[in-house]
T-cell receptor
Framework: NAGVTQTPKFQVLKTGQSMTLQCAQD?????MSWYRQDPGMGLRLIHY???????DQGEVPNGYNVSRSTTEDFPLRLLSAAPSQTSVYFC????????????????FGSGTRLTVV | AQTVTQSQPEMSVQEAETVTLSCTYD???????LFWYKQPPSRQMILVIR??????QNATENRFSVNFQKAAKSFSLKISDSQLGDAAMYFC???????????FGAGTRLTVKP
């Protein structure tokens, strides 16, 4: 089925370890983004990309890196995990722009629950 | 940057009754989109309803409707004939037309009592 696929669904890391959260979409969406969800704070934007080769920072980018080498994939890298990065991470995608009947809703992945100990 | 505020961390409603969830936002833009997303315990984010800022008419989707007050920067969600399956976290979100960025409120947890 078409959509946004996130892997893994769960992960436990030790402080200082690195890892990559994977995100892939098969809808040919130009826009992709990463959010983290923490209790009482909603979803906060980490990084986003408006197309292959283009990325930019959101509200809370520190400690995270991204790249967008293809339209389909938008991985999120934690270079040195910290307990403050314990959260649920969501990847989302949409077509860019607001012209047309689709009104460009986001499609979300199912999330990755990350625990850093 | 735009901010979205949901002032009700928790709400409850009796099954079959109506409940309204509040959302306010801050922006200097004249054109934008507003959304309500539902997040059940499965964690999946589900789009409930959307509103274009340039439209005066309030959006409706079956039992869900919004009260969009542009001048007051208010965007509340009304759920009519509440059902047990409506129990979830509800997030209000603002999307800029300039940068495709979407900002979320902190969420309101809705409980539906049988």
């Amino acid at each position: 089925n078409a959509g946004v696929t996130q892997t893994p669904k769960f992960q436990v890391l030790k402080t200082g370890q690195s890892m990559t959260l994977q995100c892939a979409q098969d809808m040919n969406h130009e826009y992709m983004s990463w959010y983290r969800q923490d209790p009482g704070m909603g979803l906060r934007l980490i990084h986003y990309s408006v197309g292959a080769g283009i990325t930019d920072q959101g509200e809370v980018p520190n400690g995270y890196n991204v790249s967008r080498s293809t339209t389909e994939d938008f991985p999120l890298r934690l270079l040195s995990a910290a307990p403050s990065q314990t959260s649920v991470y969501f990847c989302a995608s949409s077509s860019s722009g607001f012209v047309g009947p689709a009104k460009r809703p986001y499609t979300f992945g199912s999330g990755t629950r990350l625990t850093v100990v | 940057a735009q901010t979205v505020t949901q002032s009700q961390p928790e709400m409850s409603v009796q099954e079959a009754e109506t409940v309204t969830l509040s959302c306010t936002y801050d922006t200097s833009e004249s054109d934008y989109y507003l959304f309500w997303y539902k997040q059940p315990p499965s964690r999946q984010m589900i789009l409930v309803i959307r509103q274009e800022a340039y439209k005066q008419q309030n959006a409706t989707e079956n039992r869900f409707s919004v009260n969009f007050q542009k001048a007051a920067k208010s965007f509340s969600l009304k759920i009519s004939d509440s059902q047990l399956g409506d129990a979830a976290m509800y997030f209000c979100a603002y999307r800029s037309v300039n940068n495709n960025d979407m900002r979320f409120g902190a969420g309101t947890r809705l409980t539906v009592k049988p």
